[in-house]
DNA sequence: CGCTTACTTCAGAAATTTGTGAAGTTAAGG
DNA sequence: CCTTAACTTCACAAATTTCTGAAGTAAGCG
């Protein structure tokens, strides 16, 4: 019953070792506001060997319900944190992180930031232009357009240098097939 | 009753105007994970003439209890958003956003970013060097390491560029008086 | 074709968060 | 001093979120 087939370390290692790593992350960022069993699969294919599990795996190694697993990956994918893919040949399905998973993450938030400044922006004309109040509105609108202009170049410039490093000596990083 | 001491606009705008844009970027904080009280009392501090409102102030355009406001102040104060003043000859606080209200705020958010790595880096070395998980964790701790260091530039440039066109014609914001 | 596995959906129990009224504390002002 | 205003703290009620077991659906396999 248990899923030894891959060349993942033993088990046990998982409990021992990963387990408290996944379940740390995953407080990190449930006070940071992810919902927590979300927070909890992610940290989790985070740190497995292959970047992805299946609903079985996840349940098993979390000890929660299938059906914990199921609500929090329709959420991951929804904000297109995970991708589900079938195994051939099997109704086996696996949820596998994004490449680029903080590429992407942080490119949908371009939707948030979107939403805000759409709400600030609605906000600075019900204050006017000629009230204090007003003109603070209107500086944090131009503050998240900033960032969001920014956000786009610093994300590429992070792509940039990881890929630069990653060809250096040692061999760290194959050039991950797309496919 | 009322607070009418201040060239505010009538109250009767801050329900008619004001409240709707309030409330709809609390949401918009609330949707993003933060407490929705603290949310509601941010935003109205923002769209608040002089940026700063009594606990009185708050729970009537909040249409809450002097015990919901108290709440929400310690946190935001908490998390440096807010500053609490007396008035001077008075028992009535205010609660101030700060100046710089998003430098600040996006400057402490280091502080989330310093216990993510030190988490992923723990995490990193559980999974151990010659792992494929452990070199997605490490490259997680690169990218948010990369992001902290990023955003101390980012956040003055805003700076820079904001003073800049503020300081421009049309006297859109006299050089604040740090006091 | 049914049997079985793998996942999803749903109703509800449990836990957590949120906000209130009431009582308490502190300090201004007569 | 005593009164009163302004906030805070606390206990509890209400609302919301979170997770589970049970029942349902779909697809591989004998």
Redesign the interface.
């Known amino acids: 019953m248990t899923a030894q087939h891959h060349p993942e370390?033993r088990p046990e290692d998982y409990d021992a070792?990963?387990s408290?790593?996944?379940e740390?992350?995953a407080a990190?960022l449930t006070e940071?506001?992810?919902q927590r069993m979300a927070a909890r699969v992610f940290a989790c294919l985070?740190?497995?060997?292959?970047?992805a599990l299946s609903s079985a795996e996840l349940s098993e190694r979390l000890r929660c319900s299938p059906a914990a697993v199921s609500g929090a990956v329709r959420y991951l994918s929804q904000v297109h944190m995970i991708s589900r893919e079938r195994e051939p040949g099997s109704r086996r399905e696996r949820y596998r992180?994004h490449q680029d998973?903080?590429y992407e993450t942080f490119t949908n938030r371009d939707a948030?930031l979107d939403?805000?400044t759409a709400?600030?922006r609605?906000?600075s004309e019900?204050?006017?232009p000629d009230?204090?109040?007003g003109?603070?509105?209107r500086?944090?609108t131009?503050?998240f357009d900033?960032?969001k202009g920014?956000l786009g170049g610093?994300l590429e410039?992070?792509r940039a240098?990881?890929d630069a490093t990653g060809g250096g000596p040692g061999g760290?990083?194959p050039p991950r097939a797309r496919d």
């Open positions: 370390r070792r990963v408290p790593f996944v740390r992350f990190d940071a506001g992810m985070l740190a497995s060997e292959q970047g992180l998973i903080w948030f939403r805000w709400t600030l609605s906000g019900a204050l006017g009230t204090e109040a003109r603070r509105v500086e944090t131009e503050f900033y960032l920014e610093l410039r992070w240098q990881r760290a990083e």
